[in-house]
């Protein structure tokens, strides 16, 4: 069993930025694949990103491309999701989720844990 908090959400500007943060606590963290996801009211859990075990990869979805940073440290247990350029259309509620096994990084059922949310909120 893994547990996931996350944490560094809030209110932001437009053009601002936020660094969020996602423990981890159980099993061994490194043999994870972590990602980020985001939903909003009515609408499906969306990926943003995710990092291999290593952190020696990352892939992002387009819109956040150029603007947000996936990074890991396996030391603490931690990922983080560093997001620059904020935009109105970045409001929503983020998630981390961790993976065991192959699969596709973009599809929320490949995912085995996930945390409770962090909300983003991005004024404009």
């Known amino acids: 069993q893994v547990q996931l908090v996350e944490s560094g959400g809030g209110l932001v500007q437009a053009g601002g930025s936020l660094r969020l943060s996602c423990t981890a606590s159980?099993?061994?963290?490194?043999?994870?694949?972590m990602g980020w996801f985001r939903q909003t009211t009515g609408k499906d859990r969306e990926f943003v990103a995710a990092?291999?075990?290593?952190?020696?990869?990352?892939y992002y979805t387009d819109s956040v491309k150029g603007r947000f940073t996936i990074s890991r440290d396996n030391a603490k247990n931690t990922v983080y999701l560093q997001m620059n350029s904020l935009k109105p259309e970045d409001t929503a509620v983020y998630f981390c989720?961790?993976?065991?096994?192959?699969?596709?990084?973009?599809?929320?059922?490949?995912?085995?844990?996930w945390g409770q949310g962090t909300q983003v909120t991005v004024s404009s």
């Open positions: 990092i291999s075990r290593g952190g020696g990869s990352s």
């Open positions: 989720a961790a993976r065991r096994y192959r699969g596709e990084d973009i599809y929320t059922s490949t995912y085995d844990y």
């Open positions: 159980g099993r061994t963290f490194k043999n994870y694949v």
